[in-house]
């Protein structure tokens, strides 16, 4: 099972996907395949996203039971606390990062000042909820 929401798509996006997969609502797909058809249809949203944003959630045999990836300018970023991939919040006036996320223990890759760790006191700081 996987899952792909995307925001602010070109409507030819949203044509596309939906040749794959099932639109439940508005920008959100759900679909059952393989992983190299779930990449074939991942490279396709990567390619036509533009000034976007998009994330794919599937199934995988680990602790969590899923993985995911991110793709554009978005607040929420995937972060790894022990081993348990997490999201993180950038605060409201931050730039939010701008690439796809599917290297989790790792960021801020592009951000060399962010490349410390954070602990979960600041992972709650910017959650805050």
């Known amino acids: 099972m996987m899952v792909i ?3 602010n798509a070109p ?3 949203y044509g596309r996907l939906s040749l794959w997969l099932l639109e439940i609502r508005r920008g959100v797909f759900i679909g059952d395949y393989s992983v190299k058809v779930r990449t074939m ?3 396709t949203v990567t390619t036509g996203i533009n000034a976007g944003n998009a994330i794919m959630a ?3 045999p ?3 039971g899923y993985d995911f990836i991110t793709l554009g ?3 929420r970023i995937p972060c790894n606390l022990d081993g348990a991939k997490l999201i993180s919040f950038y605060p409201e006036n931050d730039n939010y990062r701008n690439e796809v996320s599917d290297d989790a223990p790792s960021p ?3 951000y060399p000042n962010r ?3 954070r602990s979960a006191s600041k992972l709650m700081q910017y959650g805050g909820e």
Request: charged share 40%; no cysteine; net charge positive.
């Open 5 to 7: 929401v995307i925001e």
């Open 11 to 13: 409507p030819a996006l």
């Open 41 to 43: 249809i991942w490279e």
């Open 58 to 60: 599937w199934h995988e």
């Open 62 to 64: 680990n602790e969590a």
């Open 73 to 75: 300018r978005q607040r």
């Open 108 to 110: 801020y890759r592009n």
């Open 115 to 117: 490349k410390k760790k």
